[in-house]
Every structure is written in C-alpha cells, then in structure tokens.
C-alpha cells in the first residue's frame, strides 16, 4: 500500500473510490497497461511542468521494460491525490493507469534495484501433468474417496492388483495404515440403543459418511443366510410331505423337494460368495460384526443352512451322507457355542442377562438340528451331546428372555417377526429327539406341545404382523413356522386323526405362503426398490466416544444427568413452597 500526503483539501473532493481490485497478468502484450499510452490522458489532469517530467520518467520507463520479458502484475490501488511536495514524481513513476487506479510494475520498483515477488489476488490453478492432460481419466484418482478405506483388507493391497489384471493403470501405493484395534464390547453398548443394537445413540458419530450410500460390500450384513435358513429348510418340510404316510393322500412328488433344494442350494452359494468377498475386502466390517453382542449369533446361520440341506437333499442326489460330513459341519459350530457360552456364564458385559435377545436361539436351533442330522446318520455319541449342551443353554435362555429383565429393552415393531425363534428350539428338538430314541416318545411330545402353545400365542396377535417396514427380519418368520409344521407332520404319524392331519397342512400352507412372499418381496426390494440393505450403522462406531464438554460439575453420564435434574426440581419446588409458607405466616 502507498501513502501520501495531500496537499489541499480540494485535491481529495475530485477523487473517485476505485472498483474492486483486479489482477490482470500480461505477456508483453503491445499497448497493454504501459505507462506512455496514458501520457494524453494524463495530460488533461496535469499542469506542464509535471507533465515533462512525467515524460522524461515514461521515457525512461519505456526502454526498462523492453528488456522484461517475465509477466508483469498489475494490482488497483486507491487514488493518488494530486500532492505538492517531494515524493510526488517518484510515486508517480509507478503508474500507468487511467484516472481513479493506480498500477504497480514489479520490474520498474523505485526504492529497490531487486523485483518484487510474483503476487496474485486469486490462486493460481494447479498445473497438471502432461500425462493427466492427454487422459483426464486419471484426474478422478484425485477425487476418490478414502473415508472407506479403514475397512479394506491389507489398504487395498488386493484391490489394486485386481485393477492390474482388468488393465487399469496403478494407482499410488498409499502408506499402510494402522493397526486396528477391536472394539471392546462396552462400546457397542454406549454408542448403540435398541434390542437389535442397530441404532446409533444421538450423542454419537460415526466413521463413515450418512450422507451417501455406502459400498455394497459394507452394507451386507451376516443376517442375509436368513434367507437360506428359510428356503432350506422349506425343502426339508417338502420332502416329508412326499414321503410321510398320513400325508400320501396329497400325491405330493418328490420334484418340489428337489426344486426347493436346488433354489436354496443356489441361494447359498450366492450368498456365501458375496459375503467372502466381504471379508477379502472389508475384514474389518466382518470383524466388527463378529465382536458385536447381538450380530454373533447370525454367525451361526450359515452353517444350520448347510445342516437343512443336508437334511432336506433329494433322494435322487444322494440316498445316504459320509458321516464325516457331520463332523465337518458340527467343527465350526462347536467352536462358536464354546465361545458364546463361555462367555455367557463368565459373566461381564457378554453375560446373557446383557445381550439376551430372540436371535440368541440360532446357537440352540444349531445343537438340535445337528443331533438331528447325527442321529438320522446313524450316530449316537455325538447327537446326544449336542441335544445336551443345547437342552441345558435353551432352559436358561427361555428363562430370562421370557421374564424380560429390566436391563433388557423392549422389542420394537420392526423385530416382532424375532419373536417366532421362540417356536423354532422346541419344534426341532421335539424332532430330534424322536430320531434319537426311534419314536415320538413323551419327551418328543412334551417339547412339540411348547412349539405349538408358542406357536399359537404368537399367531392370534395380529399387531405382530403389521405397522412396520419390511426389512431382512422378517425371515424370521419363515424357518420357525417350517419347523413347527415339519414336527406336527412328525406327530400325525403316531396320532393318526382328522385334526392332527389338517393341523399339519394348514400349516405347512401358511408356512409356503409366507416363504413365497417373503421371498418376491426381497427380490422386489433388493432389485427394482433397492432399499434391501441400507447403511449398517452399527458396524461404523468411533472406538472412542465423542468428546463433549459437561455442562455442570460431576459425570456426562445420561442417568447423572437426569438425577441432577431431579434433584434441581425437587430443590426449586421445595423453596417455592417454603417461601409460599411463609408469606402465609406473616400474612
């Protein structure tokens, strides 16, 4: 900025304030922003004298910047007043411009024989490589969006071969990033709300964006074999029906067993493939899923799917397994209840009475369906073991999800269709339990009449079918009601009737048709409305929670605060009538 002093106060009455001030870059453009092209219009606004000295400056100035050959910056100024007195010429020597603005010449600087800085008001844009510019493909490598990358597998290291073998061009090889710690379980149960654990609290954030859809990867959650526990296990009930005495009146063929079976052998494949890339990709998502208290459970849902179609296999397939595929099959599941059990009774934040929830039955439902598949394999060590360990966990567990404890929330409308894992456990065990001992004992029967007193309890409430948003949940309807109808096939075969047959195709009815349904539903809205899978919020929790600043003395806790407003009303209403009684009294 230059000052200078005004000599007169009419010198400031014939000055005009500038427009804003612009930057103009020139190279050695003729006629363009040169100090002699103005000399006639200046001379208009000065006497002669100043005007030949002027002259004599310009002149001077003129050969100067002949020899520049660098771009020269020109910056508005305010108004120059028209000054006596010493300075006036050498300031004068400076500009270039019409009346109102004054230009500066980084070459032609008076008080300094060195240039002056390349300045500019507005940034300059970034030059790109000649590379980007012949292929502006590339350009997009510099938008990418990195927020997922703390859920990619080895920083993407596989992704990137991947798009060397498609015949993509490379991209830079990041720096690895760090170590991931697991997220203890505790913090699952601060930054998350609801039965489900799905709901992120409000005093929460998460590490991925709200405002965009994520990778569908990420948005596959483990409770999708759902589906394949639903539709297996439909091929199971149609093998029975073709195959049971009290039911050859319905001429049934074998050819729906064997469809059902190559669709939900289809659906398992499908899925088992998308969730393996899940965990090629995103391991952390998985991982997340695995320690979450309420998402473990699912884990069993793939293996009980193999189960079904184990047993529910054509016998134009296979007449008869390896029994070593039950061992194979049973590894895993042992080794996920020594896990989850374990940690129900050592207590802690895993203990059952903390994350007791309805889907806690799929660990049950996988020790009974797995004795099943044992016994009608001919084994009998094992099955027994397994309907042991799974008779023991399912009297604690019924136990305290049916008394509901006061730490345990209330299921919402969107979980009521969980509330049918209540018949499943009984319905297969009643099953299994007739294989093992080679008859639909007393025992067989008292587990098959629980499955059905729930079974009907369930049923006659209507408002557990409605007022709420379709969702994945909903197959959790589907392989409960299959179940209970395969056992009352079972149980027409030794109480053979009237009512005991139409029982059992009633509700092998309702138990296709909400399979159907449910099934063109989820294919609707995964493909043509494609709100199937949304965000899954619950596997995006920072590790810490969010830092905000206590607004009064003592614990940010939510319980803290509402005892302190408790206490702060009780304390103002006791005040208010203290003073109302004494105004009383001196009245």
Same mark, same amino acid.
């Given at each position: 900025?230059?000052?200078?002093?005004?000599?007169?106060?009419?010198?400031?009455?014939?000055?005009?304030?500038?427009?804003?001030? /612009?930057?103009?870059?020139?190279?050695?453009?003729?006629?363009?922003?040169?100090?002699?092209?103005?000399?006639?219009?200046?001379?208009?606004?000065?006497?002669?004298?100043?005007?030949?000295?002027?002259?004599?400056?310009?002149?001077?100035?003129?050969?100067?910047?002949?020899?520049?050959?660098?771009?020269?910056?020109?910056?508005?100024?305010?108004?120059?007043? $028209?000054?006596?007195?010493? @300075?006036?010429?050498?300031? #004068?020597?400076?500009?270039?411009?019409? !009346?109102?603005?004054?230009?500066?010449? /980084? !070459?032609?600087?008076?008080?300094?024989?060195?240039?002056?800085?390349?300045?500019?008001?507005?940034?300059?844009?970034?030059?790109?490589?000649?590379?980007?510019?012949?292929?502006?493909?590339?350009?997009?490598?510099?938008?990418?969006?990195?927020? #997922?990358?703390?859920?990619?597998?080895?920083? @993407?290291?596989?992704?990137?071969?991947?798009?060397?073998?498609?015949?993509?061009?490379?991209?830079?090889?990041?720096?690895?990033?760090?170590?991931?710690? =697991?997220?203890?379980?505790?913090?699952?149960?601060?930054?998350?709300?609801?039965?489900?654990?799905?709901?992120?609290?409000?005093?929460?954030?998460?590490?991925?964006?709200?405002?965009?859809?994520?990778?569908?990867?990420?948005?596959?959650?483990?409770?999708?074999?759902?589906?394949?526990?639903?539709?297996?296990?439909?091929?199971?009930?149609?093998?029975?029906?073709?195959?049971?005495?009290?039911?050859?009146?319905?001429?049934?063929?074998?050819?729906?067993?064997?469809?059902?079976?190559?669709?939900?052998?289809?659906?398992?494949?499908?899925?088992?493939?998308?969730?393996?890339?899940?965990?090629?990709?995103?391991?952390?998502?998985?991982?997340?899923?695995?320690?979450?208290?309420? !998402?473990?459970?699912?884990?069993?849902?793939?293996?009980?799917?193999?189960?079904?179609?184990?047993?529910?296999?054509?016998?134009?397939?296979?007449?008869?397994?390896?029994?070593?595929?039950?061992?194979?099959?049973?590894?895993?599941?042992?080794? *996920?209840?020594? /896990?989850?059990?374990?940690?129900?009774?050592?207590?802690?934040?895993?203990?059952?009475?903390?994350?007791?929830?309805?889907?806690?039955? *799929?660990?049950?439902?996988?020790?009974?369906?797995?004795?099943?598949?044992?016994?009608?394999?001919?084994?009998?060590?094992?099955?027994?073991?397994?309907?042991?360990?799974?008779?023991?966990?399912?009297?604690?567990?019924?136990?305290?999800?049916?008394?509901?404890?006061?730490?345990?929330?209330?299921?919402?409308?969107?979980?009521?269709?969980?509330?049918?894992?209540?018949?499943?456990?009984?319905?297969?065990?009643?099953?299994?339990?007739?294989?093992?001992?080679?008859?639909?004992?007393?025992?067989?029967?008292?587990?098959?009449?629980?499955?059905?007193?729930?079974?009907? $309890?369930?049923?006659?409430?209507?408002?557990?079918?409605? @007022?709420?948003?379709? $969702?994945?949940?909903?197959?959790?309807?589907?392989?409960?009601? =299959?179940?209970?109808?395969?056992?009352?096939?079972?149980?027409?075969?030794?109480?053979?009737?009237?009512?005991?047959?139409?029982?059992?195709?009633?509700?092998?009815?309702?138990?296709?048709?909400?399979?159907?349904?449910?099934?063109?539903?989820?294919?609707?809205?995964?493909? #043509?409305?494609?709100?199937?899978?949304?965000?899954?919020?619950?596997?995006?929790?920072?590790?810490?929670?969010?830092?905000?600043?206590?607004?009064?003395?003592?614990?940010?806790?939510?319980?803290?605060?509402?005892?302190?407003?408790?206490?702060?009303?009780?304390?103002?209403?006791?005040?208010?009538?203290?003073?109302?009684?004494?105004?009383?009294?001196?009245?």
């Amino acid at each position: 900025m230059i000052r200078t002093t005004c000599s007169t106060k009419e010198d400031f009455a014939v000055q005009v304030t500038p427009p804003i001030s /612009k930057t103009i870059t020139c190279h050695k453009m003729k006629r363009f922003d040169s100090i002699l092209e103005d000399v006639d219009l200046i001379h208009h606004q000065l006497d002669p004298t100043r005007c030949r000295s002027l002259n004599a400056v310009a002149t001077g100035t003129k050969a100067a910047a002949e020899k520049q050959t660098d771009t020269s910056v020109s910056i508005s100024m305010p108004p120059t007043p $028209s000054a006596k007195g010493v @300075g006036f010429n050498d300031i #004068f020597s400076q500009t270039s411009t019409p !009346r109102g603005t004054t230009t500066l010449n /980084k !070459r032609i600087w008076p008080y300094s024989q060195t240039s002056m800085p390349r300045v500019s008001v507005f940034p300059e844009s970034p030059k790109l490589p000649s590379t980007q510019l012949r292929n502006p493909r590339n350009n997009t490598n510099k938008l990418k969006d990195t927020r #997922f990358d703390s859920f990619k597998t080895w920083s @993407g290291r596989l992704e990137r071969q991947l798009s060397v073998l498609r015949g993509k061009e490379q991209e830079p090889i990041s720096p690895p990033r760090p170590y991931i710690e =697991t997220i203890p379980v505790n913090r699952y149960f601060d930054a998350l709300e609801g039965p489900e654990l799905d709901s992120l609290k409000v005093s929460e954030e998460i590490i991925l964006p709200e405002d965009r859809k994520w990778p569908f990867l990420l948005r596959f959650p483990i409770s999708s074999f759902g589906i394949c526990l639903g539709v297996s296990s439909q091929a199971i009930m149609w093998k029975k029906l073709a195959t049971s005495a009290s039911t050859k009146f319905l001429h049934i063929s074998l050819k729906a067993n064997l469809g059902l079976w190559c669709i939900s052998a289809a659906l398992m494949v499908i899925i088992s493939f998308i969730y393996a890339l899940k965990i090629i990709f995103y391991f952390e998502a998985v991982r997340r899923e695995y320690y979450h208290p309420v !998402r473990v459970n699912f884990f069993f849902a793939p293996w009980i799917s193999l189960l079904f179609l184990a047993l529910g296999v054509p016998t134009s397939i296979a007449q008869n397994l390896h029994t070593s595929l039950w061992y194979i099959l049973m590894t895993p599941i042992f080794c *996920l209840e020594v /896990k989850l059990y374990g940690q129900w009774m050592s207590g802690g934040q895993r203990r059952l009475s903390k994350v007791a929830n309805p889907s806690n039955h *799929l660990s049950i439902v996988g020790n009974f369906v797995g004795a099943l598949l044992g016994a009608s394999m001919g084994l009998t060590e094992g099955p027994i073991f397994f309907f042991a360990v799974g008779l023991a966990h399912y009297i604690v567990m019924f136990v305290t999800l049916y008394q509901r404890l006061p730490t345990n929330d209330t299921l919402p409308k969107e979980l009521h269709p969980v509330f049918f894992l209540f018949v499943a456990a009984p319905s297969v065990a009643s099953i299994a339990w007739a294989t093992i001992q080679g008859s639909f004992d007393q025992g067989s029967r008292i587990a098959y009449f629980i499955a059905l007193f729930l079974y009907f $309890s369930l049923a006659v409430r209507i408002n557990f079918f409605r @007022g709420f948003k379709f $969702s994945l949940a909903w197959w959790a309807y589907t392989f409960p009601m =299959t179940g209970a109808a395969i056992a009352t096939i079972r149980y027409s075969l030794v109480v053979t009737n009237l009512l005991t047959k139409c029982l059992a195709i009633i509700l092998c009815g309702l138990s296709t048709l909400t399979v159907t349904a449910l099934l063109v539903t989820t294919i609707i809205h995964a493909f #043509f409305l494609g709100d199937l899978f949304p965000n899954d919020i619950a596997i995006a929790i920072n590790k810490r929670p969010k830092i905000t600043q206590k607004w009064y003395l003592g614990s940010s806790d939510s319980k803290n605060i509402d005892q302190y407003l408790k206490y702060v009303d009780s304390f103002q209403a006791k005040v208010t009538e203290s003073s109302l009684t004494y105004q009383n009294s001196s009245s």
